[in-house]
């Protein structure tokens, strides 16, 4: 990707994450008190949403060298962008750990699906944050006037 189309890309995708993000916000501040059944299967529904666009937004980035343009333009962001590759590892660890108890909750669970519940409040903080930063680096980096002849 090119340094404009690289730019442009991350702001819309951070728009979708955030939008989605609010998507599942909506549905987890009140946990039903009757039945459930439907409630957790539109929990599954928004979860798998949410973490496959969060999958294939970070395999989109890591294709041709993670943040490369980054790195071409400020070499001295280099440790940066590296701690935030990382990060992709982690929210893959957390997202994987994240599907399989929401996949394993149950209509009669009580603290199981506050406690769930709780833990995707704070893995979309992390992945919001996570894209906070590296739209930031991205926009300040490639779309800054760097002082060039003309």
């Given at each position: 990707?090119?340094?404009?189309t690289l730019a442009e890309w991350?702001?819309?995708?951070?728009?979708?994450?955030?939008?989605?993000?609010?998507?599942?916000?909506?549905?987890?501040?009140?946990?039903?008190?009757?039945?459930?059944?439907?409630?957790?299967?539109?929990?599954?529904?928004?979860?798998?949403?949410?973490?496959?666009?969060?999958?294939?937004?970070?395999?989109?980035?890591e294709e041709d060298g993670y943040?490369?343009?980054?790195?071409?333009?400020?070499?001295?962001?280099?440790?940066?962008?590296?701690?935030?590759?990382?990060?992709?590892?982690?929210?893959?660890?957390?997202?994987?750990?994240?599907?399989?108890?929401?996949?394993?909750?149950?209509?009669?669970?009580?603290?199981?699906?506050?406690?769930?519940?709780?833990?995707?409040?704070?893995?979309?903080?992390?992945?919001?944050?996570?894209?906070?930063?590296?739209?930031?680096?991205?926009?300040?980096?490639?779309?800054q006037d760097i002082g060039g002849?003309?």
């Amino acid at each position: 990707m090119d340094r404009n189309t690289l730019a442009e890309w991350m702001k819309s995708e951070s728009l979708k994450v955030h939008d989605l993000a609010n998507q599942m916000r909506e549905h987890i501040i009140t946990i039903p008190t009757g039945s459930r059944t439907a409630w957790l299967e539109e929990l599954c529904k928004r979860f798998d949403h949410f973490t496959a666009h969060v999958r294939r937004m970070m395999s989109i980035e890591e294709e041709d060298g993670y943040l490369l343009p980054v790195v071409e333009v400020r070499p001295s962001l280099s440790k940066q962008v590296e701690m935030l590759r990382r990060e992709h590892d982690e929210l893959r660890e957390l997202t994987d750990d994240l599907s399989k108890r929401v996949k394993s909750l149950k209509a009669d669970h009580n603290l199981l699906l506050r406690d769930t519940c709780t833990r995707l409040q704070i893995y979309m903080g992390h992945v919001q944050r996570h894209e906070e930063h590296e739209n930031h680096m991205v926009l300040y980096t490639l779309t800054q006037d760097i002082g060039g002849k003309d």
